[in-house]
């Protein structure tokens, strides 16, 4: 939801609470009297190694609208996420037990807190998936950066 003044429609897309076209986000928004404001678009992509195909579970493999991104987004970095979204960073407490070993992933974040090198996020979503199984499997997400002037 982008403010708890402003309604969205149940339906945005197959993927958890995610629309699956830009455009018609965008439109939501101006009609939803935000078209004067700043507003900063955040894409996310599910990126495989094996083929996405062969990875789904409980997420949907669907055209969306832009089929690809052009050169006027930026990469913020990878997270590590469940198929409801939830971080595998954030989102999944941590013992204490398991606190000092799971903090060398660390030095592995960038200023968003996000995974910069793909290795390493594929590394820490296989480690999520056996520590925390009742939410495997996990899915490595990028998340990019649009600056958008309704």
């Known amino acids: 939801m982008f403010r708890e003044d402003v309604p969205v429609?149940?339906?945005?897309?197959?993927?958890?609470?995610?629309?699956?076209?830009?455009?018609?986000?965008?439109?939501?928004?101006?009609?939803?009297?935000?078209?004067?404001?700043?507003?900063?678009?955040?894409?996310?992509?599910?990126?495989?190694?094996?083929?996405?195909?062969?990875?789904?579970?409980?997420?949907?493999?669907?055209?969306?609208?832009?089929?690809?991104?052009?050169?006027?987004?930026?990469?913020?970095?990878?997270?590590?996420?469940?198929?409801?979204?939830?971080?595998?960073?954030s989102n999944c407490g941590y013992t204490e037990e398991e606190r000092d070993a799971w903090l060398r992933w660390g030095p592995h974040l960038n200023e968003h807190h996000l995974f910069s090198d793909l290795d390493h996020a594929f590394a820490f979503r296989e480690a999520s998936d056996l520590r925390v199984a009742e939410h495997a499997p996990f899915f490595v997400l990028g998340l990019w950066s649009r600056r958008r002037v309704m």
């Open 9 to 89: 429609p149940s339906w945005r897309g197959p993927n958890q609470e995610l629309w699956d076209d830009l455009e018609r986000m965008r439109a939501h928004l101006g009609s939803a009297g935000l078209d004067r404001q700043a507003h900063r678009v955040i894409g996310v992509s599910w990126v495989s190694r094996v083929g996405f195909a062969r990875e789904v579970d409980g997420t949907y493999l669907e055209p969306m609208k832009p089929a690809t991104l052009d050169a006027g987004w930026r990469l913020l970095g990878y997270g590590v996420a469940d198929r409801w979204l939830l971080s595998g960073l």
